[in-house]
């Protein structure tokens, strides 16, 4: 008998982490409506909640940040309070304070609020709402309690945030720690006019990443040292499916170490740097959920909504499946037993299961290509996560319609049987720039709507005093 295989190790940053017995649990139970503050003629709640009319509080988010190491004390407190108003197709504009590779940091905090939205998110030929009707008086309009988390998304809306920081150079770019020369300090808004200290800044804050996320070199090669031939996104994605099904137990990143990814623009990525970017971001939001919303309080019924702007220089469908990759490592690194089981016949020891606190995951498949990638996140999913599209959490027809009573509700959220209890968690994708939360139309982007139908901007504002009491 063959001696067995040693265990395959996964990202650093792929473990769960705990988080202080002292934070806020996010816990609810999302299908049961509540009663808001929010009067029935006001035609956007988000106005309501930010003006001194309001009655009612929003409590201060959960900011999880994927380490310390990674991202230091000064830089959360900068990447939350310094946004300008608003960024929509924007990047670093001169006179704004951050950086492109400050933005592409911000992927490895998320803040996670407790928020009220007034209606579910809908597309009606364009972005909408369905409402949540009114307080049995009429005066007043109902709510839904849910956890809006801000986990960016990759920023491949052009080629200055994620496409210039995982790029390959015509240089090799080591490693190096921010506070190699013994100090840290954030440039001033005036210093980063200079394209020349900003470079020099969006340089360092790259090999810093390079050195925490890329652990097999600390370095990325220069173009013109690659060992491998650059895969193209339809070859990348061929592979890392095929790894994904035919390699149960086998972490994603030790199938992208020191390969490379060419976009239809040309520039070289560096695939292993990118997924371990996915792998760190994914790994913080889950260890705050995990920790805050526990199976024991209901868990959680997580939604996923792939890029659409971000979307522009990378397919949705290869961010979600890097997703779905990112995915498979925080689940190996959970509970190794997990995946395989269902494809091995010799016994097993029982252990705790991966992510018990998920109830389900519901992807959005808007697109073709998107649901075909359902069979590979049922088979990245632990076995007792309810897999479900968003139409079906968020069906137009009602599955049990009673007429015209139930025209109102088309739409709104239908939790299975098996998630009764959950708390629902929906995604603002896009605010690493601007404090889009705030100030973006209801009509713009699904952010937009969460924004203007729920209290969550009240939650994030810049200004608040307790903005940074739970950072983990």
Known sequence: MPPPSPPCVVHPFAPLRPLPASFPSLACDSATLVDTDVPASCFEPRAHWLSRASTSRTPPPVVARSSPSLVPDSLVEHLMRNKRDSAITTKYLAGTAITNAEAALHSFVTALVPAVMCGDYAWKGGHSVVELGMTPDRRRRRGRRVVLSTALHQDFEDHQVAEAFFAVERAPVVGQDLYANGTFRIPTVEEKEDEVQRAAYDLRLKQHAILHLVPSSGALPALSQLPHRPWTVDESMTLLERHITSSP???????????????????VLSLEFL?????????????????????????YAYTYSPPSIFARRLPAEMSTLLVLCALREVVLAAAPTTLVAATSTAPSSAGPPALPAMRLFALGTHLPALAALLPLARAVLPPHVLLLTRDELFPSQPPHGDGDRDRDRDGTLVLPPEAQGATLVLHNNSDAFGQNIESEAAGGSLDGVLGAWSDASRGLRRDRDDLLDFVA
């Open 249 to 267: 137990a086998v972490p994603p990143s030790s199938a992208v170490r020191d390969r490379f990814l060419v976009l239809a623009s040309g520039t």
């Open 275 to 299: 997924l371990a970017a996915y792998i760190a971001s994914l790994s913080n939001e889950l260890s705050a959920l995990e920790a805050l919303s526990p199976a024991s309080q209901g868990g």
